[in-house]
């Protein structure tokens, strides 16, 4: 049984340019939530998705989007990219019938902006 | 607003030592759930254990322990007889009910390092 998986594991951008990142949540998960972990910080809530729409979303602005797909995977784009937006980009899914706050987190994507 | 504060940066141990790492938290709420992950090099969060307001029992697994005690506002964890393989970062995190949409909020972490 297939965890939750992200790719790429690695990113190089340059300030502006704009990045995806991909995630499939755990067989069986329906709800996708992603956070951002700057180094030497604990992750931060971006948003989550549940039946393809966000259902909340933390203090991050317009630049951070995402979509979630019938499959229930989901990506994560940011716009314009600024040196800060280096980070682990770490997605994590549950499940409906769970308490929401019981997530399975992947490996992340470490994204790094030049 | 809620808030956890896990206040040793960095702790460093010898294979065998018991150490313990703090968690501090800030919350209105009644009801709200504490959490602990474990954060190897590897970069995904691992899940340790999940405890709501209620109860107060302190746990006990294998050679991990949690002592909540809400009068103090602490939710520490306990590792006993450590190991080079419990060399981590350590996430303390706190969610609260429909208010907070039981989304964490987590502490900036402990870095446990674990010498042979």
């Known amino acids: ?114 | 607003a809620q808030k956890v504060t896990q206040a040793q940066t960095e702790i460093s141990v010898v294979e065998k030592e018991d150490v313990t790492l703090d968690c501090v938290y800030e919350t209105r709420d009644t009801t709200y759930y504490l959490f602990w992950y474990k954060q190897p090099p590897s970069g995904e969060l691992v899940f340790l254990i999940r405890r709501n307001s209620f109860d107060e029992q302190n746990e006990i697994s294998g050679r991990y322990s949690w002592n909540f005690q809400k009068s103090t506002s602490s939710f520490n964890f306990t590792i006993t007889a450590s190991q080079v393989v419990d060399s981590a970062v350590y996430f303390c995190a706190l969610s609260e009910g429909p208010g907070g949409s039981y989304i964490p909020t987590f502490g900036r972490g402990t870095s446990l390092i674990v010498h042979p």
């Open chain 1, 1 to 114: 049984d297939a965890g939750v998986t992200q790719s790429p594991t690695h990113l190089i951008k340059t300030r502006g340019q704009q990045v995806t990142l991909r995630c499939s949540p755990k067989s069986g998960h329906d709800t996708v939530s992603w956070y951002q972990q700057a180094l030497g910080q604990g992750p931060q809530f971006i948003f989550q998705y549940y039946e393809e729409e966000e259902r909340q979303r933390g203090n991050f602005p317009d630049r951070f989007s995402g979509h979630q797909f019938p499959n229930y995977s989901s990506e994560l784009n940011v716009n314009a990219l600024l040196l800060g937006d280096s980070a682990l980009y770490l997605c994590a899914s549950t499940w409906t019938e769970a308490p929401r706050d019981t997530q399975y987190f992947g490996p992340g994507t470490r994204l790094t902006v030049l």
